[in-house]
């Protein structure tokens, strides 16, 4: 594929035979060929330098003990099927003229202390047995609290707070819906319609009599699976397309609200994360309520007690999809870490599966945290910081969704991101997530930031005040409790998905209590056949 400057980018084959290298297959190099002019998008060199220095500081015995465990896990963790593949030049192929970037405004802390300062202080209870065991798929929703307490809003930098009042006294119609990830439009979803739609006939049938909220809680629409030598579309074709790919969901919202009186919310999650306001209303209509971020709901059941439900698609605890930082100018630009993954995933075609992404970070992110001593937990986040390790952690994460041996041959490739905008993958590797997370809300965070990646929410859920909090994002269904810090019992359940590829497309029903009667929460499913 050529360009509008003449200039031209191949792949081509380095002459070590196969049989002196590792790994089998044909070692790959990118030739950017007359292409020196166009900059890639980059991390400043001071900041890089700042970040390195600190690395070669004197470290406890613990510290260095930690980072052999982790080098020790990156050096072995394996990431999916990892095959060496020839990409096509037009991985890339950009042109010339377009706009490059620098981030010499991304503001990382220069002193080691000034991450140290913002560790929060240790929660009480602790060492407190805090899961309560789970048998089934539903568990009951106390109706009253261990303790009561003043309750206020969630302010953190991870939730920015929708919250909506119901009121439930003397009425049948209580029950509250969430579902999520079905990724419409995208490939995720290929033949799901039927079953989908079969789901909302159902639905229909009972929300006439008892549903009073439903709440499609994230990824609904698919934005991240472009090629990434493709442009992605804009909001506005996008939302034509939906249109007509989406009729199912949008018929069955239309009569969930005309015919059966529901409530309806639409929670953006990260791989929808730039649809707006105005986009969903042009699809579902002006009486679909829009939350950008967490919606809290605020339950008068008739009782003194007021319940509370916490909504949130959940990549926002999660350190590789977090747009946490996207306030403060920190993100390259304005998307995390597993957009990029997720478009890699596309490039190397592997389609087939719904939970590719999440796959990924679960199966590295898991399998380092797995062979980390607990003794050694503090110092995990430490060694994380360093450039090398952070570099090595988010460079496998990219070998396995390009399904690559070695992510050095790939370097100079570019994400486009707009028609005059591209991101190196060079950037990306180097570009210091942790660090940046840490500046924002201390290392204590950043480390359940990464847990939170493997799907394992707790110590954020612990932290809530509500009584059931419901979250998506992981393609998996879940159901717990927990006790949190006020000593009182928390629901905890996930949603799951609806991708083509998921053994069981899932959805949580919320049956809240009642003046004499505990409430119920239940995971709604049946078997992708």
Same mark, same amino acid.
Request: negative net charge.
């Given at each position: 594929?050529?360009n509008?400057?003449?200039?031209?980018?191949s792949?081509?084959f380095?002459?070590?035979?196969a049989s002196?290298?590792?790994?089998?297959g044909?070692?790959?190099?990118?030739a950017?060929?007359?292409n020196?002019?166009?900059q890639p998008v980059?991390v400043?060199?001071?900041?890089?330098?700042a970040t390195a220095?600190?690395?070669?500081?004197n470290?406890?015995s613990?510290?260095?003990?930690?980072?052999?465990?982790v080098?020790?896990?990156?050096d072995?963790?394996?990431v999916?099927?990892s095959v060496v593949?020839?990409?096509?030049?037009s991985?890339l192929?950009i042109p010339g003229e377009?706009?490059?970037?620098?981030?010499d405004h991304?503001?990382?802390?220069?002193d080691r202390d000034?991450?140290?300062?913002?560790v929060?202080p240790?929660?009480v209870?602790?060492?407190?047995?805090?899961?309560?065991?789970?048998?089934t798929r539903?568990t009951?929703?106390v109706r009253r609290?261990?303790?009561e307490f003043? $309750?206020?809003l969630p #302010?953190d930098?991870y939730?920015?707070?929708? &919250?909506? *009042?119901?009121?439930?006294?003397n009425? +049948?119609k209580?029950?509250?819906?969430?579902?999520?990830?079905?990724?419409?439009?995208?490939?995720?979803?290929?033949?799901?319609d039927w079953?989908?739609?079969?789901?909302?006939?159902?639905?229909?049938?009972?929300?006439?009599?008892e549903?009073a909220?439903?709440?499609m809680?994230?990824?609904i629409?698919e934005?991240?699976?472009?090629k990434f030598?493709?442009?992605p579309?804009?909001?506005?074709a996008?939302?034509?397309?939906?249109?007509e790919s989406?009729?199912v969901?949008i018929?069955a919202?239309d009569?969930l609200?005309?015919?059966c009186?529901?409530k309806?919310? $639409?929670v953006r999650? #990260?791989?929808?994360?730039e649809?707006?306001e &105005?986009? *969903?209303?042009?699809?579902?209509?002006? +009486?679909?309520s829009?939350v950008p971020c967490t919606?809290i709901l605020r339950?008068?059941?008739?009782?003194?007690?007021?319940?509370?439900?916490r909504l949130a698609?959940?990549h926002?605890?999660?350190?590789?999809?977090s747009?946490?930082?996207q306030?403060?100018?920190?993100?390259i630009?304005?998307?995390?870490i597993g957009y990029?993954?997720?478009r890699?995933?596309?490039?190397?075609?592997?389609h087939?599966s719904?939970?590719?992404v999440?796959?990924?970070?679960i199966?590295l992110?898991g399998?380092?945290l797995?062979m980390?001593?607990?003794?050694?937990?503090?110092?995990?986040?430490d060694?994380?910081?360093?450039?090398e390790?952070h570099?090595?952690?988010i460079?496998?994460l990219f070998?396995?969704?390009?399904?690559?041996?070695?992510i050095d041959?790939?370097?100079?490739?570019?994400?486009?991101?707009?028609?005059n905008?591209?991101?190196?993958l060079?950037?990306?590797?180097e570009?210091p997530?942790?660090?940046?997370c840490?500046?924002?809300?201390?290392?204590q965070?950043v480390f359940?930031?990464i847990?939170a990646?493997t799907g394992?929410?707790?110590?954020?859920?612990?932290r809530?005040?509500?009584?059931v909090v419901v979250?998506?994002h992981?393609h998996?269904?879940?159901?717990?409790?927990y006790?949190?810090?006020?000593?009182?019992?928390v629901?905890?359940a996930?949603?799951?998905c609806w991708?083509c590829?998921?053994?069981?497309?899932?959805s949580?029903v919320?049956?809240?209590?009642t003046v004499d009667?505990?409430g119920?929460?239940?995971i709604d499913?049946?078997?992708?056949?």
């Open positions: 594929m050529g509008s400057c003449g200039k031209s980018a792949v081509e380095v002459g070590t035979p002196e290298r590792g790994g089998g044909k070692d790959l190099r990118l950017d060929d007359d020196n002019n166009i980059d400043s060199q001071s900041q890089l330098r220095e600190e690395s070669n500081n470290v406890s613990t510290h260095q003990q930690c980072l052999e465990y080098k020790a896990a990156l072995k963790q394996k999916g099927e593949r020839n990409y096509s030049h991985l192929d377009e706009l490059t970037f620098n981030f991304v503001v990382i802390a220069e000034e991450v140290d300062a913002m929060l240790l929660e209870g602790d060492d407190e047995e805090d899961e309560i065991d789970i048998d539903s009951t929703w609290r261990s303790k003043e $309750y206020a #302010n930098k939730s920015k707070v929708t &919250q909506e *009042v119901l009121h439930l006294e009425t +049948k209580r029950k509250i819906v969430a579902m999520s990830d079905l990724h419409l439009g995208g490939s995720w979803s290929e033949g799901m079953k989908l739609e079969k789901y909302l006939d159902n639905l229909i049938q009972i929300a006439k009599e549903v909220c439903f709440v809680l994230g990824d629409f934005m991240w699976l472009e030598a493709e442009v579309p804009d909001n506005a996008r939302v034509q397309a939906w249109k989406a009729s969901l018929n919202i009569k609200i005309s015919e009186d529901v309806v919310f $639409y999650g #990260n791989h929808d994360r649809i707006t &105005q986009d *969903v209303k042009t699809i579902f209509g002006e +009486k679909v829009f919606l339950l008068k059941t008739g009782s003194e007690t007021e319940h509370r439900v698609h959940g926002e605890w999660d350190v590789f999809n747009y946490m930082l306030d403060s100018n920190k993100l630009p304005n998307r995390p990029y993954i997720a890699a995933v596309s490039t190397a075609e592997r087939d719904g939970s590719e999440e796959d990924l970070l199966g992110a399998g380092l797995s980390i001593p607990k003794a050694l937990e503090d110092d995990l986040i060694v994380l910081l360093r450039p390790v570099r090595k952690l460079g496998r070998e396995g969704a390009f399904e690559v041996e070695d041959f790939l370097l100079q490739a570019k994400c486009r991101v707009s028609e905008e591209y991101v190196r060079q950037s990306l590797l570009y997530l942790f660090r940046l840490g500046s924002e809300v201390g290392k965070d359940h930031m847990k990646a394992d929410y707790k110590k954020f859920i612990r809530s005040d509500e009584d979250l998506a992981t998996r269904w879940d159901l717990r409790k006790r949190n810090y006020k000593g009182n019992q629901v905890y996930n949603t799951g991708t590829n998921a053994e069981e497309f899932s949580v919320l049956d809240p209590p009667k505990d119920l929460v239940t499913y049946g078997k992708n056949e």
